[in-house]
């Protein structure tokens, strides 16, 4: 018996030395504390509750950086939760009923699933407590328990994508004798996000293409290709879009849908439509080695979303560019938004901008605080 | 006597390495117990395993009703009439007495079980067979007597017309086995076959009609139990193996050193102050009915269950022993009643299981010499005649006896001077058993010093120098084999009893 | 001995041809080869040689957790931890040298220490205090899940790149030459799969690992220190993990915290298609290795030969019932 104890203590110590020994630097405890020295509510300022989707990538992280900001500003209490995924939909229901119970000011929620909050924001408006969505708006939400929505024009933001592109493919395309193809690639075909952006870029492009005489098919993932008005067909279209999705949301996955594209003799150009995706172009390249800045010396990649890695391509030339949102703004917006309901203001929805940035603009000023890392 | 039910006619299976059935035939009639008889090993699980499907036959035919038939699982035995009913017994604990019976085949009423109907259903059973069991109770709580009347039960329930119990007596007190005498006297009455697997020679001079006996998976002969003397069966079962007389007197040289002390043993309940000597070269029988502590004993001694008080003394040197491991350190070796589940490890080679307690020996630090390994093995192949293909065979292709002989040999490997032989000849035909007992007698004769638990009188007789009683877990009386007596051990060994 | 000598000759003979070459594990070399080859019928781009080297750079973090979990499975255990274990340990290595300054070698002896030491964790929870495997290691993937992203503070990491400096362990697993990436990993799993083939079947370690998967209690009665090499298997398991977690930090520009769920369940699929029992005792490196290639396959292949996500989930499910049938029937086969 003496001896389990012992091993017991053994790996307690252990645990406990590596979280010392590596994790007491700085940033991995900030990120913690800040959740439970909100909770205390304290100067009389307001105090709420931040539901965001995923507690854990860089992305969200920025959102949290914008909302502490606010939230310092306007000398507010937050306490800020989320679940492990973006995939983790009845954990972040439960998050979130436990922020209406904690009774708070307000609650600014970036929805996983817009469906399955319905219930709490009914419980929400039945308890008096006013909601901001971020991110992603809830559209069938019950009458007046949102009061605003801050989020990224997804099918916009898209569209920044495909003119961007454009206007360095465009031409080739103009003077192309063979049909050319550009590739997509989507994490997912069912999160309200992800396939507005992936539809804003093939509506796009499809429009752009168009408007200069060329025909275009749209092929690959169903639930993308059923979306499209007009499709062309594959067989005689001058330009082909494909739109792939992975099977599980890894950036290995996600590479090996690229590279299935990138390997094709007449692939000008390719889009990947979130921070995992866009590394997977990225990864796939390691190998091919096909991206390049022109359609005359290469494969034309675009990106979404910051992070280092992303941003070190753009910085380098690799990926001509990405399109970024505004994380940070957003979450600074929607508790502003929260701040100002108690105050008995009126607030109004906001659609954030979605910035173009490539290796000229990123360090400018408008761009570069929203380039986590 | 009536008809005749079934037939099997030169039914021939093999395994791996052992030719389980050859060509043995059987008849049962309506109306009559026949027995069938030899020892283990004989066959005659393996040759009612293939009447009831759960094996196949390699060979032979099985006529039943007058007409030829395969069944391929028990299932199909059972709707056809044949049933067999298990020396373990197959049952559901938790659920109730009605419950075990008509599993499988509940009565329903719509989507529910009706459980009203089953318990009535199991009423009439037992009024029928005159015996008065709760079908409500919960199974657990039956004596292993009632549980056995309840599979009994199930059998009749099956509509049977052949049924076969399986040495259905082993774990029955002397009232529970009249019980189950009249309820077989009953079914007879009735017109049923009664197959009747035993080893108890009075009970089937009791009990049984006629008498068919195998002996190393070949068919000897059939009886009829009333012609026949329990001289002429045990003949029929033996065939020329001849059992070396008991032996007379302590063949332990005189003088010889005390090598195992064992002073105010503890451990659970079943094993309270135990206290005894163990010679250099002698043989220590351990006597005793089942459940008197003396595995426990061995297991505690050993290592293999921790002890709560007690001293060891190896070569005179007090020793403290928590592990299996440090028993193996101090040269005790351990061979347990239960072979598959303690002893070897199946799915092993001859070789490996052989080297499994000392690789160190076959090791050049952390590699293993896989060459020196079989040169080992091989070499205890042969010293102790162990029939095996190779020593490459995996060891559950072996038989009992050659296992029992490979597990000899992983001791020996590992010179331990002190062995625990526990049941050495369970499971073990009875030619085997013999070269098991020479082996014993010769490790003894080269200074071996060797415990043998033994449930068997005759082994305990024929084997020990001195003979160590035991009941309900406490030493009850010690003799030297010159003092022993049938009558005298089993008064020691019924000593604590009421 | 007359009869030893006749009856070796049987012995050999109603061995199958099949079982003569290796069993399943010779199956499942077919089956690697015939996939290959029908992907690359299937399709041009899949032909390539930057396709190859993409299988292999996806192939080694697979691989090495393969090559470890198989050590608990053969106990009759399992270790779930991997998946999210290689994350977490990645991160933690990866987070000192981004963001403390470490030099790489450092960053990477840590990540392959914090593995062991689960592994020791691991193997106490299960072989010294008795907690069902699955149970003890589900813990531990809950707690390296949570672990990792406490110390990185939910950032994802990126270890150097290969132009940066402190980049060189890239290279540990490709090597430009002429401009063409040369997948030298692959040379060092193979290594590995020799050298860990023979420590399960020459040494101590791994007898013992076989034989506690066989017959734990056996084993125990035959004197051998069964705890110690019960954990044992369990830290070998971590430190293969270890292993993989520099492999993909290696081969993927990022490591993001909150995922690595789901790929212990590549690496003990392939083991379990390579012929590894899930009851115990049974099984062999090289069948782990090449049962991790056809994972692998399917992984890369599927959706070359444009099959949509969902239908590669099925496929994948399809095989792996498969293997474990061919598992389960031979050893009916043995039982009778």
């Not at chain 2, 109907?117 to 199991?122: L, P």
């Not at chain 2, 001077?417 to 013999?434: H, M, Q, S, Y």
């Not at chain 2, 010093?449 to 009683?469: F, G, Q």
């Not at chain 3, 890239?170 to 692959?186: H, L, S």
Request: hydrophobic share 40%.
């Amino acid at each position: 018996m003496k001896k389990k104890v012992l091993a017991v203590l053994l790996g307690g110590c252990m645990v406990a030395g590596l979280l010392a020994g590596c994790g007491g630097g700085s940033s991995s405890t900030a990120s913690t504390d800040s959740s439970s020295e909100g909770s205390e509510g304290g100067g009389g300022g307001y105090h709420f509750e931040v539901v965001v989707k995923s507690f854990q990538s860089t992305y969200w992280q920025a959102a949290i950086t914008g909302v502490k900001a606010a939230a310092d500003e306007l000398g507010v209490t937050v306490n800020t939760t989320g679940p492990n995924n973006e995939s983790d939909i009845a954990d972040q229901v439960n998050m979130l009923n436990n922020a209406i119970n904690q009774n708070p000011d307000g609650i600014a929620l970036a929805a996983n699933s817009q469906d399955a909050v319905l219930e709490s924001l009914q419980s929400a408006l039945d308890a008096g407590i006013p909601v901001v969505c971020f991110d992603t708006g809830v559209p069938d939400a019950p009458e007046g328990s949102v009061y605003a929505t801050m989020a990224t024009d997804n099918e916009a933001a898209g569209a920044v994508a495909a003119e961007n592109m454009y206007e360095v493919i465009g031409d080739y395309i103009k003077n192309a004798t063979e049909p050319v193809r550009i590739g997509e690639v989507n994490q997912d075909a069912t999160s309200a996000n992800i396939s507005g952006r992936g539809m804003g870029f093939i509506n796009k492009m499809k429009e752009l293409i168009e408007a200069d005489g060329k025909t275009v098919a749209v092929i690959g993932n169903q639930y993308y290709v059923d979306q499209v008005e007009n499709n062309g067909d594959e067989g005689s279209a001058d330009v082909i879009i494909e739109v792939a999705v992975p099977a599980q949301t890894t950036v290995e996955l996600s590479a090996t849908e690229a590279s299935n594209i990138m390997n094709k003799e007449d692939t000008i150009a390719i889009f990947g439509s979130n921070q995992v995706t866009a590394e997977g172009v990225l990864t796939a390249n390691q190998n091919l080695s096909v991206l390049a800045a022109t359609p005359d010396e290469g494969i034309v990649g675009v990106g979404f979303d910051a992070g280092a890695t992303i941003k070190a391509a753009v910085a380098d030339g690799t990926l001509v560019g990405a399109v970024t949102q505004a994380p940070v703004d957003q979450g600074k917006l929607a508790i502003e938004a929260l701040y100002d309901i108690c105050e008995g203001n009126e607030v109004s929805d906001v659609a954030t901008d979605a910035y173009w940035y490539d290796a000229e603009n990123m360090e400018e000023d408008t761009i570069a605080p929203n380039l986590y890392d | 006597m009536g008809e005749v039910i079934l037939t099997m006619k030169g039914i021939d299976k093999s395994f791996p390495g052992v030719h389980a059935l050859d060509h043995v035939d059987l008849e049962v009639r309506k109306g009559e117990v026949h027995a069938l008889m030899g020892e283990n090993g004989a066959g005659k699980s393996t040759l009612m395993k293939v009447l009831t499907g759960i094996y196949k036959k390699d060979s032979g035919t099985i006529t039943y009703e007058g007409k030829e038939v395969e069944f391929h699982n028990t299932r199909e035995a059972q709707d056809a009439g044949v049933v067999i009913v298990h020396q373990e017994l197959n049952m559901l604990g938790h659920l109730t007495v009605a419950q075990n019976i008509f599993i499988g085949r509940e009565f329903k009423k719509g989507i529910r079980i009706d459980d009203k109907k089953m318990n009535e259903e199991a009423k009439k059973l037992f009024d029928r067979m005159h015996i008065d069991i709760d079908p409500k109770e919960t199974m657990s709580r039956l004596t292993v007597g009632k549980q056995q009347m309840c599979e009994i039960a199930k059998a009749i329930s099956h509509k049977a017309k052949v049924i076969i119990f399986d040495e259905p007596s082993a774990a029955l007190t002397e009232a529970e086995i009249e019980e189950l005498f009249k309820i077989i006297r009953d079914l007879r009455e009735q017109g049923l076959g009664i197959v009747y697997i035993s080893h108890r020679m009075d009970e089937i001079k009791v009990i049984t009609d006629r008498v068919t006996v195998m002996r190393y998976g070949t068919y000897v002969g059939t009886l009829i139990t009333k012609d026949s003397t329990k001289d002429d069966i045990i003949n029929m079962m033996v065939g020329r193996v001849i059992y070396e007389d008991p032996k007379t007197q302590n063949m332990t040289p005189k003088g010889s050193p005390v090598v195992l002390k064992v002073e105010h043993l503890n451990a659970g309940k079943m094993v309270q102050d135990v206290s005894f000597e163990l010679h250099k070269g002698e043989i220590l029988g351990f006597s005793g009915l089942m459940g008197a502590g003396r595995t426990e004993t061995a297991r505690a001694l050993f290592g293999a269950d921790p002890m709560d008080s007690g001293d060891i003394y190896v070569n005179g040197q007090k020793v403290t022993i928590k592990s299996p491991q440090d028993a193996v350190k101090y040269g005790i070796g351990y061979l347990s009643e239960d072979r598959k589940r303690y002893g070897i490890v199946v799915q092993k080679s001859v070789a490996e299981n052989t080297t499994m307690a000392d690789l160190d020996a076959f090791a050049n630090g952390p590699f293993i010499d896989k060459k020196k390994e079989k040169e080992i093995a091989e070499k205890y192949v042969e010293s102790l005649a162990t029939k095996t293909p190779s020593v490459d065979q995996l060891v559950v292709n072996l038989s009992g006896g050659n296992q029992q002989k490979v597990v000899i040999a992983k001791w020996l490997t590992r010179n331990c001077d002190i062995l625990i032989f526990d049941e050495p000849t369970r499971g073990i035909d009875v030619g085997a058993k013999n070269e098991i007992y020479k082996l014993m007698n010769q490790l003894a004769a080269e200074g071996k010093a060797i415990i043998m638990i033994s449930s068997e009188m005759t082994e305990i007789l024929r084997m020990s120098d001195r003979i160590v009683v035991m009941c309900e877990g406490k030493k009850t009386g010690e003799l030297d084999i010159s003092e022993a007596t049938q009558e005298n051990i089993m008064n020691m060994a019924t000593r604590e009893i009421n | 001995m007359a009869n030893k000598t006749v009856s070796k000759t049987a012995g050999t003979n109603n061995r199958s041809f099949i079982d003569r070459m290796g069993g399943q594990k010779f199956i499942v070399i077919l089956i690697v080869i015939a996939l290959f080859i029908l992907f690359c019928a299937m399709s041009p781009q899949f032909r390539k040689y930057t396709t190859v080297v993409s299988i292999l750079d996806y192939s080694y973090y697979i691989a090495l957790m393969a090559i470890g979990v198989t050590f608990p499975l053969l106990t009759a255990g399992v270790d779930l931890s991997i998946g999210t274990g290689l994350i977490c340990y990645s991160l933690i290595g990866g987070y000192l040298i981004v963001h403390h300054d470490w030099p790489t070698g450092a960053g990477i002896l840590v990540t392959i220490l914090i593995g062991v030491v689960f592994g020791v964790i691991n193997g106490c929870l299960v072989a010294l205090m008795d907690l069902p495997a699955f149970l003890a290691t589900l813990c531990t993937c809950m707690i390296t899940r949570g672990l990792g992203s406490i110390v990185v503070g939910g950032y994802g990491i990126p270890w150097p790149t290969a132009t940066q400096p402190g980049g060189w362990f890239r290279n540990i697993f490709k090597i430009q030459m002429d401009g063409m990436n040369i997948p030298i990993g692959f040379l060092w799993i193979v290594l590995l799969v020799i050298i860990m083939s023979f420590v399960l079947n020459h040494t101590k370690v791994g007898r013992y690992t076989l034989a506690i998967g066989s017959n734990k209690e056996a084993t125990r009665l035959s004197g051998v220190n069964v705890k110690f090499y019960h954990v044992f298997a369990y830290v070998i398991c971590g430190f293969f993990t270890g292993l993989a977690a520099i492999a993909y930090s290696a081969i993927f520009p990022t490591v993001q915290p909150g995922s690595g769920a789901g790929f212990e369940l590549d690496a003990i699929g392939g083991a379990i298609i390579g012929g590894v029992s899930m009851t115990g005792g049974v099984g062999s490196i090289t069948g782990t290795f090449a049962g991790v290639f056809v994972i692998c396959l399917l992984k890369t292949g599927l959706p070359f030969i444009g099959l949509t996500a969902n239908w590669q989930q099925i496929i994948t499910g399809l095989v792996l019932i498969a293997s474990v049938l061919i598992d389960i029937l031979n050893r009916k086969k043995e039982g009778k």
